[in-house]
């Protein structure tokens, strides 16, 4: 079935360090992903997309890993800060041409000064 | 630039009752989502909107309807409400049917007594 899922549920690190978020995803059929950040009382917020016919993607402090062949995606945070503390989730367009977002459950990033 | 607007922000209803949620779309785009998020989870998609008619739909039943205007804003309603229904509902934009980022308004908290 359709399922997006995450290896860890919580991440805790320290300001300045380097964050990875992992997230496994189970339709091989999806061609595109996207992460979101959500803080307490807001929806999510657009980070950073990756279609699959790349393997990475870049942006502003953070990268976007793409590996197909395990079906696996990675978001990762450089020198994280305290205000990139909230709970990340990573979509995958499970409807092909019909657009449609399927979320992982989301893993809560707690940064500490 | 106007982001995506939603109203109510928060509501209260009991069980059976009937409830309209509002969205206003990010200024540009004409393709309207509503999500479902329960607490500790990630968003669910129910359906979506594109030229006033429904395109796709998640597993939800039919007491889930919506609606989009000529201006692009939708509705979502939901009748003979029950206490599972309590979550968060999101509205997100986006421009056209292709892969591009959904843009989230903050939600609408419904709450079922």
Aim: charged share 15%; aromatic share 10%.
């Amino acid at each position: 079935g359709e399922s997006v899922g995450l290896h860890l549920p919580t991440l805790s690190v320290q300001e300045g360090d380097n964050s990875i978020i992992n997230c496994a995803y189970s339709n091989s059929a999806s061609d595109y992903f996207i992460w979101y950040k959500q803080e307490s009382g807001k929806g999510p917020q657009f980070i950073i997309d990756i279609r699959s016919n790349m393997d990475k993607r870049q942006g502003q402090r953070v990268t976007v890993l793409l590996n197909k062949t395990v079906k696996h995606l990675s978001l990762q945070i450089a020198a994280t800060q305290p205000g990139d503390s909230a709970v990340y989730f990573c979509a995958e367009n499970s409807g092909g041409s019909n657009y449609k977002l399927t979320f992982g459950k989301g893993t809560l990033l707690t940064v500490n000064p | 630039d106007a982001g995506v607007t939603q109203s109510p922000t928060h509501l209260i209803k009991t069980r059976g009752q009937q409830v309209t949620l509002r969205c206003s779309p990010k200024s540009g785009h004409d393709t309207v989502s509503w999500y479902q998020q329960a607490l500790g989870q990630g968003p669910q998609f129910i359906f979506q909107y594109y030229e006033e008619e429904e395109r796709q739909r998640g597993n939800f039943p039919d007491r889930f309807s919506g609606h989009q205007f000529p201006n692009y804003s939708s509705e979502l309603n939901v009748n003979a409400l029950l206490l599972g229904d309590s979550a968060l509902y999101l509205c997100a934009s986006t421009f056209g049917l292709g892969n591009q980022p959904q843009h989230f308004g903050d939600g609408t908290r419904l709450s079922i007594l």
